[in-house]
């Protein structure tokens, strides 16, 4: 089969590799599409997966075509997105299925192969099964989606409330449009103009750009009150104070963006945790348990309202473009949401 497989950093290949089988209890799923992750631009150009080779890739969906052993053969022809990691199913957090807080984990197209590519094969208790009359495109967001869904539950969001997205990167607007769902005002915070227009056009029409006199316009937009929860969707000092600063009394901050290096924040905004009495919770990953999968809500979702979702799409690429794929989705001047390699 055909892979776009990593062989050191900077150093990505379209090539042929061995298509994989699929072992007891797995499927071989014909990958229909795959997005490119911000986390992804970093593997490829800076840091790096965890030993190389490694195909890169873990937000993708496709249809079964052969089954491992213990699995039954009507599923071939099913169409499934697929929870990218591998939980140890020994550690204290398995027991609980807080599968994201498993102490060993494996994961697709970081640890273990990925699906930039044209095969793979994942144990069928990864899968999630979706209808036919979902494009595939729009199903491989799911992973990106199931992220911010986790987060937004996380803020325990509801109608009437304010609600703060600090970023403008696909996490951020997933976000917004979950927290939209659950009746809430949105307000973004970006950096950039023509991601401030593609808001509007998607029907977020209070963006505040990052500028001069941002904490003023916040506090007149919401009554001099602040918002009721915020979530920081970037990493960086700048966003991390702003979503502190946006914040009403006892309100609560969501933590989703990487950090892009050590934190440090102002005492004036580390005495506002303090005095406002600030909740602040991480949010990683989703829950993919038998009580609480966001995978599953998040695809009805999905199947209910595709085109809500399909204009986060911006690029589609070949396997065999890989290199000006990554080129394009990291180049500043050039206008990008998602990216995504698509197998006919
Ligand atoms: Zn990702
Ligand atoms: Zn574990």
Request: net charge neutral; glycine share 8%; proline share 3%.
């Amino acid at each position: 089969m055909k892979a776009c497989v990593l062989e050191a950093i900077n150093k990505l290949v379209c090539k042929e590799v061995p298509t994989p089988e699929p072992k007891t209890d797995e499927v071989l799923l014909k990958i229909r599409a795959c997005g490119i992750c911000s986390s992804d631009y970093d593997r490829v150009y800076k840091t790096g997966t965890y030993h190389f080779p490694t195909i890169p890739g873990h937000e993708f969906c496709g249809e079964i075509v052969a089954v491992g052993n213990g699995v039954k053969k009507e599923l071939i022809g099913q169409r499934a997105v697929v929870f990218p990691l591998l939980p140890c199913r020994k550690c204290l957090s398995c027991k609980e299925e807080h599968f994201a807080q498993c102490a060993n984990y494996n994961y697709f197209g970081s640890r273990c192969d990925g699906a930039f590519a044209e095969y793979i094969a994942v144990p069928l208790w990864n899968c999630q099964f979706f209808s036919n009359s979902l494009d595939f495109d729009v199903a491989a967001l799911c992973e990106p989606a199931s992220v911010a869904f986790h987060a937004v539950r996380l803020g325990n969001i509801s109608k009437g409330q304010t609600v703060c997205i600090v970023g403008t990167g696909t996490i951020a607007i997933l976000c917004g449009i979950w927290a939209q769902k659950k009746g809430a005002r949105v307000i973004f915070i970006g950096r950039n103009t023509r991601k401030k227009e593609f808001l509007e056009q998607i029907g977020f029409h209070e963006c505040l750009l990052d500028v001069d006199g941002l904490d003023d316009a916040l506090k007149q937009i919401t009554n001099g009150q602040g918002v009721d929860v915020a979530l920081e969707c970037v990493g960086s000092d700048r966003a991390l104070e702003t979503s502190i600063l946006s914040l009403k009394q006892r309100g609560t901050l969501i933590l989703i963006g990487n950090p892009d290096g050590n934190k440090s924040i102002n005492k004036n905004i580390y005495w506002k945790l303090l005095r406002s009495e600030i909740t602040v919770k991480g949010s990683w990953n989703s829950d993919y348990s038998s009580q609480q999968n966001d995978w599953n809500s998040v695809l009805r979702e999905l199947e209910s309202n595709p085109r809500q979702f399909s204009y986060l799409i911006t690029h589609k690429f070949k396997l065999e473009q890989c290199n000006e794929a990554f080129e394009i989705m990291t180049n500043k001047t050039i206008f990008s949401i998602k990216g995504m390699f698509i197998n006919d």
